[in-house]
């Protein structure tokens, strides 16, 4: 049995990890086009929090309130720890292909600022518990951040446009306009195999996460495996896949990717404490009724205590021009202070 599960690991892995391969190159392209801010901050995060929000819809349509939002918990806190550290030991060491010194973050200022009111507000918030208002606050802070990214992104084009041309004057317009048809045809193409790679990629990660959840938890179950290590190491590590395998696969491809990985990361925490638990709250409505409410527990008070300190802290290490592999080494050990914590925190997570 534990073969069995052991061997579809390993095949679901494989094919997360093709998956992944196929976002980078797609994400890589937009990122181009768009901006490495913009597309991590929304197309790559959402893509790669795809398995979490599976978890979530099917946990607290459920009944399970406690594994719907301590799947979040568990999510935040491995990857503003363990995932941005090896983020950034890649990125600036030889696992890279062009090791940096540093990697530059002055430029995430939104989505810091973000993330720390989203990371206190979701704390706050949960004081007495989830109810609808709250879910519609979370949508409504998604949607904000969403736009103001979105704002932010088109500002930055409209500099960048308005220094071409006083640099280059009009020349790059009237080399633009008259390209001719076979360079049009490469970028179309290029456009058209990023479109389809992005594409293939989501529906890798769509498809693959769930069987490999189910499968490295049914191989942890028959290894033996302690439940609070399963609920707390185990499930996020399996639900952030795709997300980690994108991150070390951007990392090292230098400054840009690691650009990428930074607005992916950060992107997808502020999506995990507004839009996550959005969905969370929207789906115990669905399951008890529209006034249902997910109560604070006191695992899920304790658990929101812990990710929200780490939360901040990491976000905090963020707030210079850059960070590097010093600041890797201190989220590495922020993780394994956390996990320690753990071990001494009520195991139930399965409390609504």
Do not use: C
Not at 2 to 10: E, K, P, Q, R, Y
Not at 160 to 166: A, C, D, F, I
Not at 291 to 316: E, K, R
């Amino acid at each position: 049995m534990s073969l069995n599960n052991l061997l579809a690991m390993l095949f679901w892995l494989g094919e997360l990890i093709v998956a992944s391969l196929l976002l980078s190159y797609g994400a890589e392209y937009f990122a181009k086009k768009y901006g490495a801010k913009f597309v991590g901050r929304t197309l790559l995060s959402i893509v790669t929090t795809l398995p979490e929000i599976a978890i979530v819809i099917y946990a607290a349509g459920d009944g399970l309130y406690g594994t719907a939002i301590g799947a979040g918990l568990g999510s935040n806190l491995l990857m503003m720890t363990l995932g941005l550290s090896i983020m950034l030991l890649i990125a600036t060491t030889r696992l890279s292909r062009a090791p940096q010194p540093a990697i530059d973050v002055s430029a995430f200022r939104l989505d810091k600022v973000f993330l720390i009111i989203t990371a206190a507000a979701s704390a706050i918030l949960f004081i007495d518990g989830y109810n609808f208002i709250d879910g519609f606050i979370f949508a409504g802070i998604f949607v904000a951040y969403v736009l103001l990214a979105f704002r932010e992104m088109k500002a930055e084009k409209q500099k960048v446009k308005l220094s071409q041309t006083v640099s280059d004057g009009t020349a790059s317009e009237i080399e633009h306009a008259t390209s001719d048809n076979r360079g049009g045809k490469k970028i179309l193409g290029s456009t058209q195999k990023a479109v389809l790679a992005f594409a293939a990629g989501t529906l890798g990660v769509f498809v693959g996460a769930q069987p490999f959840i189910v499968s490295l938890e049914g191989f942890s179950v028959d290894a033996g495996i302690s439940l609070i290590v399963l609920a707390v190491i185990i499930s996020p590590i399996a639900g952030e896949m795709p997300e980690k395998l994108s991150m070390m696969i951007l990392a090292r491809k230098g400054a840009s990717g690691a650009s990428l990985a930074i607005a992916n990361v950060l992107g997808s925490k502020i999506l995990n404490n507004s839009l996550l638990l959005a969905v969370a709250v929207f789906a115990a409505m669905y399951h008890g009724g529209f006034y249902a409410s997910i109560g604070a527990t006191p695992i899920l008070s304790y658990q929101m205590v812990l990710v929200t300190a780490a939360t901040i802290i990491a976000t905090i290490l963020m707030f210079g021009k850059t960070i590097g592999f010093k600041v890797g080494i201190v989220l590495i050990a922020m993780y394994a202070a956390s996990i320690s914590i753990q071990f001494v925190l009520p195991h139930d997570l399965n409390s609504r």
